[in-house]
């Protein structure tokens, strides 16, 4: 969890504290005070959220606008939001939904036109990898690569199994968490768990023999 | 792990994993977690396994985090804020056309006083007109009737002894109905109609 946090709570408490906060001052017309006081759910779990829309959608444009929507929505349907889930699941809930709707419009937008040859997310140019001080041009094309195998490896997966890995793994969520995010039982997201890292391990291990 | 082979495999290991995982503890109730617990070799490959997935994850980070500097992060939340701003404050609708100042309604006595002489006078003129037209020319007379009268269809018997006529007798037949027509042009108007031609004189005969 990034972010400040009022101290003596834990992240879970401080959410929801913060949460009706808002939802309260909303009530109250004071918008301004709700603003402020939304801006500390924000700052807690914008790094979170970029990342899990990076996940989905493979794109740092499109992962921003998904963010911003999923901050701007959870802000606008904060009365609808129910103190005794907490606040991050509802609200990953409503990102996860938003990159779906985004990778279903662009498949539908695919369909229709030619794809450019595009640069690797996260790409630098070539001066500022020479003046970096960091691991060498080797290095970075082979992390690089590596990456690229595992994105590509990631998004032919099912969308339940990807979805219930990058919770359960990158985000350390529990099979309960992750449960009410998906809508899945407990009992389920453990198969597509274990699904996905099994496929995951055959299809990247098969990428390694082809590649020696 | 099999009979042949009393190792576990890769689909052991993610098994025993990924119920790890999903309950968040050391270790789970999966029927692997007995032999993992006495085999050190599998132990060993047990480790690689995990090692291979925290380094997938280690790289998923590394990989976002070039793309969400903290400069990025800093924009966004500003732009987050821009737009919940502009929530509160809904479009407004600009009135098109837009004069540049309002248009005044007069609503001074003058106006309504023009517009009352204006229809009195126009009642007046016409009905002036309609009295001074009856008293120039009086009742004025049927042609259409005279005409109709004089060509009924005459008796049978007469039609029988009926000569063809002569181009004299045509000349007779329009004469009459030209000095007819002259008795209803008003004195005013008998000068005009003496210097106009009439249709006998267009006659090319």
């Known amino acids: ?212 | 792990m099999g009979l042949l082979n009393p190792h576990l495999e890769d689909d052991d290991f993610a098994d025993v994993w990924s119920a790890r995982t999903a309950v968040g503890a050391p270790e789970s109730d999966r029927p692997a977690e007995s032999h993992l617990r006495k085999c050190a070799e599998c132990q060993g490959r047990y480790s690689s396994f995990v090692s291979w997935l925290d380094g997938m994850r280690a790289d998923a980070r590394t990989e976002t985090d070039e793309v969400f500097s903290r400069d990025h992060l800093a924009a966004q939340q500003l732009q987050i804020f821009r737009r919940l701003e502009s929530l509160e404050h809904p479009a407004r609708v600009i009135a098109f056309p837009k004069f540049a100042r309002p248009v005044a309604i007069q609503t001074s006595g003058r106006r309504r006083w023009t517009a009352v002489a204006a229809a009195i006078g126009l009642i007046t003129g016409i009905g002036l007109g309609q009295l001074l037209e009856f008293r120039t020319s009086g009742p004025a007379p049927d042609p259409v009737g005279q005409r109709m009268a004089r060509a009924t269809v005459p008796p049978v018997e007469a039609t029988r002894n009926i000569q063809p006529i002569s181009i004299d007798n045509d000349e007779a037949f329009i004469e009459p109905e030209i000095t007819s027509s002259q008795v209803g042009v008003p004195e005013s108007l008998q000068y005009l109609n003496a210097i106009t031609p009439g249709a006998r004189d267009l006659d090319p005969r």
């Open chain 1, 1 to 212: 969890m990034t972010g400040a946090q009022p101290a003596g709570l834990a992240p879970r408490e401080a959410d929801s504290a913060a949460a009706s906060a808002v939802k309260a001052m909303q009530a109250e017309g004071r918008h301004a005070e709700a603003r402020e006081r939304y801006a500390e759910l924000v700052a807690r779990h914008q790094r979170r959220a970029a990342r899990i829309a990076f996940h989905y959608l493979r794109d740092g444009a499109e992962s921003d606008e998904a963010v911003q929507d999923a901050f701007v929505k959870a802000y606008s349907h904060l009365s609808t939001f129910r103190e005794e889930l907490p606040f991050e699941v509802w609200f990953t809930r409503i990102l996860i939904n938003g990159c779906l709707d985004r990778i279903k419009a662009r498949t539908r937008r695919e369909r229709w036109m030619v794809s450019m040859p595009e640069s690797a997310p996260g790409e630098r140019d070539f001066a500022e990898r020479t003046a970096a001080h960091g691991p060498s041009p080797e290095d970075l094309v082979l992390a690089r690569e590596r990456r690229q195998k595992l994105a590509k490896a990631l998004s032919r997966l099912p969308d339940r199994q990807r979805s219930v890995f990058m919770l359960s793994h990158y985000e350390g969520c529990t099979s309960r968490e992750v449960s009410a995010i998906t809508g899945l039982n407990e009992s389920t997201v453990r198969v597509h768990l274990f699904r996905a890292i099994r496929k995951l391990r055959g299809m990247l291990t098969e990428a390694q023999r082809g590649a020696s």
